[in-house]
């Protein structure tokens, strides 16, 4: 397994993964699916941004991916970042994860980000362990604040501090 900076040409493995929480699961509360052309903007984007974009790799298959982007606009705001990370359902529980967060961690760290933020679905018990157990503590939960599937949702915010 290996983590690299994302390309274009990985666009469709992504979008194949990030559809499959956008279909089958509450992880996202996003229901419209994306595209591969989204997915390759959505890459050159963050790139341009001096923000990260990775992929988990193994054999050539994109095993999961991770990014991360400004948590809010403003130059205010620019020193604390928001992440997104999703895994193939086959690559759970392989250090995919861990190793995404690192790549995510290190190169916004590098950038001269404070601190970075995870917005989790309550309705992910599993993305809240991850994140406890990779530093991250629960700042907010924001309640109902996300529609899907017929049900309001509660949004967990975790953060963690990059500079001691």
Known sequence: MSVRPARAADAPQIAAIWGHY????????????????????????????????????????????????????????ARTMEHTILLDPLARGGGHGRALMAAVEDHARAGGAH????????????????HAAMGYAEVARLREVGHKQGLWLDLVLMQKFLHA
Do not use: P
């Not at 419209?32 to 992929?55: C, D, N, S, Y």
């Not at 601190?115 to 018990?125: D, K, L, T």
């Open 22 to 77: 956008i279909r089958e699961t509450l992880v996202t509360f996003n229901a419209a699916e994306k595209t591969a052309a989204e997915v390759a903007a959505l890459i050159a984007e963050r790139q341009a941004a001096g923000h990260g974009f990775f992929v988990a790799e193994d054999a050539g298959r994109v095993m999961g991916f991770a990014t991360y982007g400004q948590f809010r606009g403003g130059v205010g705001y």
């Open 115 to 130: 601190s970075i933020f995870a917005g989790v679905s309550a309705a992910n018990a599993d993305g809240v362990a991850f």
